[in-house]
């Protein structure tokens, strides 16, 4: 694959606050990545940066190889984390002028807009105010004002934050869709770990204003996780596991038990003391979700 | 990939100007300023086309007019246009007095002044420069009469009444015009100041509405906010100028249909003036008008944040107010010259004839120089602030933010 979109070593501090300690990230083309990490660890500013809307002190932001340039930029879509459209003006007019300010044609950008505002569903309030509509449409529009020039690269800060399940999918859909037609790189934030997990390839962990953990989220879940199996076994004791060393008890679940697994302890040898003793149901390995990831990473 | 053709980063601002130039056309702000001002310019072109021009009373007499004509042909060589009514008895002249119709009447002839029995009727008290003319007359008409009584011949009476003994010798060139140039100054200022503080306080609010409706970040993805300050300072200014063009002549066709102010030429050069000084005065105060809104997010917060700039603006409109009545004076001319308040005061010195050419050129080069200079650093200012939402951003925190 192609690069995409690279954040390489940014930095930035606001007075003597370190914003941004040497972020990097990379979205390559046709992939959608997930930005994590806690309030204030640095998310909205790397973005404002890649986005050129905010200046890094140090560090580069690069599309297809190339550092990025106004012509460049042009083609990114945004979605800022506080929304804004200007309240009072048409919603077909607006896409048209934002349109039009990221270099589109008066013609292309008039086509674009009702293009984008009927996939969308929201077509029947064209002529209307943006303040007249409701919030979730409000939402839309604001999604379409980042569509609306065929962006090559998207960037969105808090997408799904104020969607309810519908507009969530509707909004999956719809980014779905440009990164397979077109190939478009996504990076976007999210609190919603289990959305993140579900319809991302990868993620990059922000913590204090650098990147703690990134990477594929199979290999992340495999790499960092505690090794954690789940055993449902008819007819032992409660302590049944306790003559292994390494293992200890981490909690209970109906009909059953998850063992924790010391370094060096095999899950086989578990497995066979289990059948020796009782009858096996159930024996797997759990893999952290990412949200317990997430949380080991910030307590640790 | 869309492949369009991308527009050259520099051309931006045009869009950005053309969406603020119609937003605020189709404003409601816009159509009412635009009534105000041609109401406030219509009353003054008609209060000038009826009540102004060279004094003019009606001199009644009763009976015998001769007293009346040599009040007339005395107000004739003072410049004072005096017409003469006659009546044939005191109560008739009473009714045109109450009525208004003759601002006096006198009764009695040559011989009733002369003897000191001649009266002048008038409703409470004579317009005090007609007094003076009748007054002055019947003064000569006894002199006459004791010339005469001594013997001095009619010939040498009429020979000392028409000399014109002290010549007149005027240090500049007499300006004929002087009364209409400086209507037509006040009247430039007048739209000099509206269009100057209106249009700027425009700037302000719409700088101000993109920052709390924060539309702002997705402008700035899109655009540098240079090129986001400079649209909107073009299409609002594009506006004002257009606006102005029309009042200029909606006034220079008033003023000539009722004749209030002979249009001489200058009329139509002045408003060439009025228009070039907004567009020179615009671009400077416009510029601190964006700075000033850039570092409030709230209307309420603008207020405060304007006051120096009001201040300032209002102080050359008041100076420059005096200048109509005393353009050399050394304030007149020293606001002339700063581009602060050159764009109010160097109009009214020109039209009034008054600013020499080194002056105006001068002007004109510490204008463009200075706003040269501003426009740049009130963009860094500017690219500083108008991300931050929140308190008011101090100037020298947003200097440094856009470093």
Same mark, same amino acid.
């Given at each position: 694959?192609? !690069?995409?979109?690279?954040?390489?070593d940014?930095?930035?501090?606001?007075?003597?606050?370190?914003?941004?300690?040497?972020?990097?990230?990379?979205?390559?083309?046709?992939?959608?990545?997930?930005?994590?990490?806690?309030?204030?660890?640095?998310?909205?500013?790397?973005?404002? =940066?890649?986005?050129?809307?905010?200046?890094?002190?140090?560090?580069?932001?690069?599309?297809?190889?190339?550092?990025?340039?106004?012509?460049?930029?042009?083609?990114?879509?945004? =979605?800022?984390?506080?929304?804004?459209?200007?309240?009072?003006?048409?919603?077909?007019?607006?896409l048209?002028?934002?349109?039009?300010?990221?270099?589109?044609?008066?013609?292309?950008?008039?086509?674009?807009?009702?293009?984008?505002?009927?996939?969308?569903?929201?077509?029947?309030?064209?002529?209307?105010?943006?303040?007249?509509?409701?919030?979730?449409?409000?939402?839309r529009?604001?999604?379409a004002?980042?569509?609306?020039?065929? !962006?090559?690269?998207?960037?969105?800060?808090?997408?799904?934050?104020?969607l309810?399940?519908?507009?969530?999918?509707?909004?999956?859909?719809?980014?779905?869709?440009?990164?397979?037609?077109?190939?478009v !790189?996504?990076?976007?934030?999210?609190?919603?770990?289990?959305?993140?997990?579900?319809?991302?390839?990868?993620?990059?962990? =922000?913590?204090?204003?650098?990147?703690?953990?990134?990477?594929?989220?199979?290999?992340?879940?495999?790499?960092?996780?505690?090794?954690?199996?789940?055993?449902?076994?008819?007819?032992?004791?409660?302590?049944?596991?306790?003559?292994?060393?390494?293992?200890?008890?981490?909690?209970?679940?109906?009909?059953?038990?998850?063992?924790?697994?010391?370094?060096?302890?095999?899950?086989?040898?578990?497995?066979?003391?289990a059948?020796? =003793?009782?009858?096996?149901?159930?024996?797997?390995?759990?893999?952290?979700?990412l949200?317990?990831?997430?949380?080991?990473v910030?307590?640790? | 990939?869309? *492949?369009?053709?991308?527009?050259?980063?520099?051309?931006?601002?045009?869009?950005?100007?053309?969406?603020?130039?119609?937003?605020?056309?189709?404003?409601?702000?816009?159509?009412?300023?635009?009534?105000?001002? #041609?109401?406030?310019?219509?009353?003054?072109? +008609?209060?000038?086309? %009826?009540?102004?021009g060279p004094?003019?009373?009606?001199?009644? %007499?009763? *009976?015998?007019?001769?007293?009346a004509?040599?009040?007339?042909?005395?107000?004739?060589?003072? *410049?004072?246009?005096?017409?003469?009514?006659?009546?044939?008895?005191?109560?008739?002249?009473?009714?045109?007095?109450?009525?208004?119709?003759?601002?006096?009447?006198?009764?009695?002839?040559?011989?009733?002044?002369?003897? @000191?029995?001649?009266?002048?009727?008038?409703?409470?008290?004579?317009?005090?420069?007609?007094?003076?003319?009748?007054?002055?007359? /019947?003064?000569?008409?006894r002199?006459?009469?004791?010339?005469?009584?001594? @013997?001095?011949?009619?010939?040498?009476?009429?020979?000392?009444?028409?000399?014109?003994?002290?010549?007149?010798?005027?240090?500049?060139?007499?300006?004929?015009?002087?009364?209409s140039?400086? /209507?037509?100054?006040?009247?430039?200022?007048? $739209? +000099?100041? @509206?269009? #100057?503080?209106? %249009?700027?306080?425009?700037?302000?609010?719409?700088?101000?509405?993109?920052?709390?409706?924060?539309?702002?970040?997705? #402008?700035?993805?899109?655009?540098?906010a240079?090129?986001l300050?400079?649209?909107?300072?073009?299409?609002?200014?594009?506006?004002?100028?257009?606006?102005?063009?029309?009042?200029? &002549?909606?006034?220079?066709?008033?003023?000539?249909?009722?004749?209030?102010?002979?249009?001489?030429?200058?009329?139509?050069?002045?408003?060439?003036?009025?228009? @070039?000084?907004?567009? $020179?005065?615009?671009?400077?105060?416009?510029?601190m008008f964006?700075?000033?809104?850039?570092?409030?997010?709230?209307?309420?917060?603008?207020?405060?944040?304007?006051?120096?700039?009001?201040? +300032?603006?209002?102080?050359?409109?008041?100076?420059?107010?005096?200048? #109509?009545?005393?353009?050399?004076?050394?304030?007149?001319?020293?606001?002339?010259?700063?581009?602060?308040?050159?764009?109010?005061?160097?109009?009214?010195?020109?039209?009034?004839?008054?600013?020499?050419?080194?002056e105006?050129?001068?002007?004109?080069?510490?204008?463009?120089?200075?706003?040269?200079?501003?426009?740049?650093?009130?963009?860094?200012? %500017?690219? &500083?602030?108008?991300?931050?939402?929140?308190?008011?951003?101090?100037?020298?925190?947003?200097?440094?933010?856009?470093?």
């Open positions: 694959m192609s !690069p995409g979109l690279q954040l390489i940014l930095r930035r501090r606001f007075g003597d606050v370190v914003a941004l300690d040497g972020v990097s990230l990379d979205a390559d083309e046709g992939s959608m990545v997930g930005f994590v990490g806690p309030n204030g660890a640095g998310k909205t500013t790397a973005m404002r =940066i890649a986005l050129g809307v905010l200046e890094a002190d140090g560090g580069e932001v690069r599309w297809q190889g190339r550092v990025v340039d106004e012509t460049a930029r042009r083609r990114f879509g945004y =979605i800022p984390e506080e929304r804004g459209l200007y309240p009072k003006m048409r919603v077909l007019e607006q048209v002028y934002l349109a039009r300010l990221h270099g589109v044609s008066r013609a292309a950008a008039q086509s674009r807009a009702q293009e984008i505002l009927e996939t969308l569903g929201v077509a029947s309030r064209s002529k209307d105010r943006v303040e007249s509509l409701s919030l979730g449409n409000q939402q529009v604001q999604l004002a980042a569509l609306v020039h065929e !962006p090559d690269v998207l960037v969105l800060d808090e997408p799904f934050s104020g309810d399940p519908v507009g969530t999918d509707v909004l999956i859909e719809v980014l779905d869709h440009e990164r397979r037609a077109r190939g !790189p996504i990076v976007f934030s999210s609190h919603q770990l289990e959305l993140v997990e579900r319809v991302c390839d990868r993620v990059a962990m =922000i913590v204090d204003g650098r990147i703690v953990t990134e990477g594929a989220i199979d290999e992340l879940r495999e790499s960092r996780a505690r090794r954690l199996v789940r055993v449902e076994v008819e007819g032992a004791p409660a302590d049944w596991f306790g003559s292994i060393p390494g293992v200890r008890l981490e909690g209970e679940v109906p009909g059953g038990l998850i063992l924790e697994l010391g370094n060096g302890t095999d899950d086989q040898r578990v497995l066979d003391l059948r020796s =003793i009782g009858e096996v149901r159930h024996f797997s390995v759990v893999r952290p979700t949200a317990e990831l997430f949380r080991e910030v307590s640790s | 990939m869309s *492949g369009e053709p991308a527009a050259t980063d520099r051309g931006m601002w045009r869009v950005v100007a053309a969406r603020d130039f119609s937003v605020r056309l189709r404003d409601k702000g816009f159509v009412i300023s635009t009534m105000i001002t #041609l109401t406030v310019l219509s009353v003054f072109i +008609l209060l000038r086309a %009826y009540t102004g004094d003019l009373f009606e001199l009644g %007499y009763v *009976g015998d007019r001769s007293v004509d040599r009040v007339a042909a005395l107000a004739d060589r003072a *410049g004072v246009e005096v017409s003469v009514v006659g009546f044939d008895d005191a109560r008739e002249a009473d009714a045109a007095l109450r009525d208004g119709r003759v601002d006096a009447a006198v009764e009695g002839d040559i011989d009733d002044v002369r003897e @000191g029995t001649a009266t002048l009727r008038v409703l409470r008290g004579p317009p005090d420069l007609l007094d003076q003319l009748v007054q002055g007359a /019947a003064i000569g008409l002199i006459d009469a004791a010339l005469s009584d001594a @013997g001095v011949s009619d010939g040498t009476v009429q020979e000392l009444k028409d000399q014109h003994p002290i010549d007149v010798s005027p240090i500049l060139a007499p300006d004929p015009d002087r009364d140039k400086a /209507a037509v100054a006040f009247v430039a200022v007048l $739209l +000099l100041y @509206g269009q #100057l503080f209106g %249009y700027g306080i425009w700037v302000a609010t719409g700088v101000i509405e993109e920052k709390s409706s924060r539309v702002v970040e997705v #402008l700035l993805s899109a655009i540098r240079r090129q300050m400079a649209g909107k300072i073009a299409g609002i200014g594009v506006l004002g100028i257009l606006q102005l063009i029309f009042i200029a &002549g909606f006034a220079i066709a008033l003023a000539s249909v009722t004749g209030a102010i002979d249009l001489p030429a200058n009329s139509l050069s002045a408003a060439a003036l009025t228009i @070039g000084w907004f567009v $020179l005065g615009f671009a400077f105060y416009a510029a964006a700075v000033a809104g850039a570092l409030v997010s709230r209307m309420e917060e603008l207020q405060n944040a304007i006051v120096p700039i009001n201040l +300032l603006v209002f102080a050359s409109f008041l100076i420059s107010i005096g200048a #109509l009545q005393d353009p050399d004076s050394t304030i007149a001319r020293v606001a002339s010259l700063l581009p602060i308040s050159s764009a109010l005061a160097m109009p009214v010195r020109m039209v009034l004839g008054s600013a020499t050419p080194w105006i050129v001068a002007s004109l080069a510490i204008v463009i120089g200075s706003t040269a200079l501003l426009i740049p650093l009130a963009g860094r200012v %500017y690219a &500083g602030a108008v991300l931050r939402t929140g308190a008011k951003v101090r100037l020298r925190d947003a200097w440094r933010a856009a470093a």
